[in-house]
């Protein structure tokens, strides 16, 4: 294997010898005043892409030969001024392999610079701008080559505020635009990339309504092209007569039967030679753009970067692991992907399946799991955690109050919590069940094994509903143990708050529940030892850590019914440890869950009428977002009244939502709990925490509307 300094000094010998099998052919084919064959065009493109296959030459040398191999390509083919270019540009190539031979290795010939050769530019290493010393992601993208104010405005909008940013904005498809095929070659059926000049250009009625046609006419030397356009009224002021254009998209036989047709093309606006050399003869990156800023000037701008800045990324990843899975280095990626190798698989590219795109994905996981493991081990080693010593003096107790066993899965769970509590190192555990699964009695045996050892619980939910839920499923038991307990959400009286607080203040409360309310500057523990958090994913980190916060290093436990995979788990939340209560209790019915269509509604509510005649209940869930909420809540309003008088006649039809005060909502509730009310129409208010045995049928309208979680947690509800 060649070593780096070995490989600089074969470069010069490779171009020169490459030169030796161009120049005789090149010469006679002008000497014979530019007789050219189409064996010449095959022969010079081929020993150039050859060339460019097995050897890294300097960016400014591939520069060249991409001018050269350009043309050499049959849509260039009858260009009186080729061979006289042609030979000029073998003068350049000329000079450079003389210049390489006696000059040290560039920076461009290093292996890290392999990937980002592959696109023109004429300036040599020599020239251009030394790299800043500031980081790449503090370096500000204005002060880029080609940007200023004007367009870093634009890049903003695109998420690109600093050098770094630029670099990372990978584009989102490639157009396979190395071959440009000449206008007389075109072939109906098949997708191809032509070169040409716009002529004849302009919008055409149509007998359909609604249906605008923008047709152009594209000339090479081979002949002339139509392209058309439908629906895009707005081309008449971009394509206009004139212009050259790169265009790749399907051909057609033409509607009249004669000759072909490229119809809805990708289209690209090129300025002269100089300049095709980003845009045409390679696989093209494609980017997101924004109004001002297309993809060619961010071809433009990512070239100057990668020149001046390619080389300068910090790898994260070690040698050994890039060579453990053949991945390419950082700097090499990056440029990999903007402006591919020729060769490069179009296919893999778009499915971003390459080596680079897989190292890219490794290292972004890699890099959050490092993150979230270290933050862990820091939280661990920094953070002295409360010793519980789990007495059992409410616990124990608590067994013989449980009108059940716990499952075998509740049990382990139960052990790694208990587990965590007694280390000297603050608990930070996910808890993850079914909707049904017990994880509230879990979280209760917790909280009265910190309250058994002289500590303050508290049990924090996203919703009054479910708080309340909460507080009538404990309640019951705190109150066989004598266990006080207080309840704050924002719909608690002035009144009862400040005395609930002074409780709370002075450790006269030893558990609390409530909502977001908890989290207010006034609310002060104690003595807090454990938090519990549920519906963790309807809470924001900070929030969590502000409830945390009101203690010296609580356990905290957060407990969520989203199905989440393990493996995902432990990506999102990585520094968590994860309990999962994989078992339901004996005796739950599975839930079934069927589709109606929109004409099919009268089967769905047949079916509510079955159970409410057979004495259960039943929910129809209506959707509710904030971006429509007022209209949404009249559409609920409407739906209940309706479905009193034609539906379900005779039945006692409740509506529940979160507008409605805290006593409303309880009130209603209650009288759903009691079997008062047979069919509550509700928003989206009941997704967590309302538990009902005896409704056994939900019918959810516009369920394209709900996410998937928000489904699963709804169907939870019955059963």
């Known amino acids: 294997m060649e070593t780096d300094s070995a490989a600089d000094t074969q470069i010069p010998r490779k171009l020169q010898a490459l030169l030796d099998r161009l120049n005789r052919p090149i010469q006679s084919a002008y000497e014979n005043q530019g007789a050219s064959s189409t064996q010449l065009d095959s022969f010079v493109s081929s020993q150039i892409v050859e060339a460019l296959r097995s050897t890294v030459f300097p960016a400014h040398v591939e520069a060249e030969l991409l001018v050269l191999r350009f043309l050499f390509q049959e849509q260039e083919g009858r260009s009186p001024k080729r061979l006289e270019t042609a030979r000029q540009v073998l003068g350049r190539l000329s000079t450079m392999a003389l210049q390489q031979t006696s000059d040290s290795p560039s920076r461009e010939s290093s292996p890290e610079r392999r990937a980002s050769t592959d696109h023109g530019d004429s300036r040599s290493a020599e020239n251009r701008p030394v790299p800043s010393n500031r980081a790449l992601h503090e370096t500000d993208i204005r002060f880029a080559k080609g940007v200023g104010p004007k367009r870093a405005l634009l890049l903003e909008k695109l998420g690109i505020r600093t050098i770094e940013d630029a670099l990372w904005f990978l584009p989102w498809r490639y157009e396979d635009r190395s071959r440009i095929v000449s206008i007389s070659q075109l072939v109906p059926e098949e997708k191809a990339t032509i070169a040409g000049t716009i002529h004849q250009a302009g919008l055409r009625r149509t007998r359909r309504r609604n249906m605008t046609l923008f047709t152009m006419s594209v000339q090479d030397e081979t002949g002339v092209v139509e392209v058309v356009f439908f629906n895009q009224p707005y081309l008449d002021g971009v394509l206009q007569n004139g212009l050259r254009v790169v265009l790749s998209g399907p051909v057609v036989r033409h509607r009249r039967g004669v000759g072909v047709q490229m119809r809805t093309p ?50 994260p990843l070690p040698s050994r692991l890039l060579e453990q899975h053949r991945w390419p280095s950082l700097n090499e990626a990056i440029a990999s992907l903007h402006f591919p190798v020729m060769g490069s698989d179009l296919s893999l590219l778009n499915d971003w399946q390459t080596p680079a795109h897989h190292r890219l994905a490794f290292e972004e996981g890699f890099l959050l799991q490092l993150a979230l493991a270290f933050r862990q081990r820091m939280r661990q080693s920094a953070s002295p955690g409360i010793a519980f010593r789990l007495s059992g003096s409410y616990t124990t107790p608590l067994q013989k109050h449980l009108p059940f066993q716990l499952t075998d899965a509740q049990q382990r769970v139960l052990a790694e919590i208990e587990a965590d509590m007694r280390a000297a190192r603050p608990m930070n555990r996910l808890l993850q069940g079914d909707v049904g699964s017990g994880k509230t009695i879990v979280a209760l045996h917790a909280m009265l094994g910190a309250c058994g050892d002289g500590y303050q619980a508290a049990l924090m939910a996203p919703t009054e509903i479910l708080a309340e839920q909460h507080m009538l499923t404990i309640r019951p038991y705190l109150d066989a143990l004598d266990v006080s307990v207080a309840f704050l959400t924002g719909g608690t009286s002035p009144k009862e708050r400040a005395t609930a607080l002074a409780r709370i203040a002075a450790g006269h409360v030893q558990l609390i529940v409530g909502t977001h309310a908890l989290l207010e500057q006034d609310v002060q523990f104690a003595k807090l030892g454990i938090v519990v958090v549920d519906e ?184």
């Open 266 to 315: 990708q289209y690209e606006v090129v300025d002269e030679d100089e300049d095709l050399l980003l845009h045409v003869g390679r696989i093209v990156p494609v980017y997101h753009e924004t109004r001002g800023l297309s993809s060619r000037q961010l071809r433009r701008i990512l070239w100057g970067l990668l020149e001046t800045y390619g080389s300068d990324l910090e790898d």
């Open 536 to 719: 963790q994913h309807k809470f924001g980190v900070l929030q969590r850590g502000k409830l945390r916060e009101k203690a010296l290093y609580p356990d905290v436990l957060v407990m969520t019914a989203t199905p989440i995979p393990r493996t995902l788990a432990m990506t999102i939340y990585g520094d968590l440890d994860v309990s999962v209560i994989d078992e339901l209790p004996a005796g739950r019915q599975p839930i079934r869950t069927r589709v109606f269509r929109h004409n099919a509604r009268s089967r769905a509510y047949e079916l509510v009428r079955k159970e409410v005649h057979e004495g259960r209940q039943a929910y129809i869930v209506y959707p509710l977002v904030e971006e429509s909420e007022k209209l949404d809540l009249e559409a609920v309003m409407q739906a209940a009244e309706r479905l009193r008088s034609t539906e379900f006649v005779g039945m006692n039809v409740g509506i529940i939502h979160g507008r409605m005060k805290s006593d409303e909502r309880a009130q209603i509730m209650n009288a759903f709990r009691a079997g008062d009310v047979h069919v509550l129409v509700a928003t989206t208010v009941i997704e967590v925490g309302v538990d009902v045995p005896n409704a056994t049928v939900m019918v959810i309208e516009h369920a394209d509307r709900f996410g998937l979680a928000q489904l699963h947690q709804l169907r939870g509800r019955v059963g």
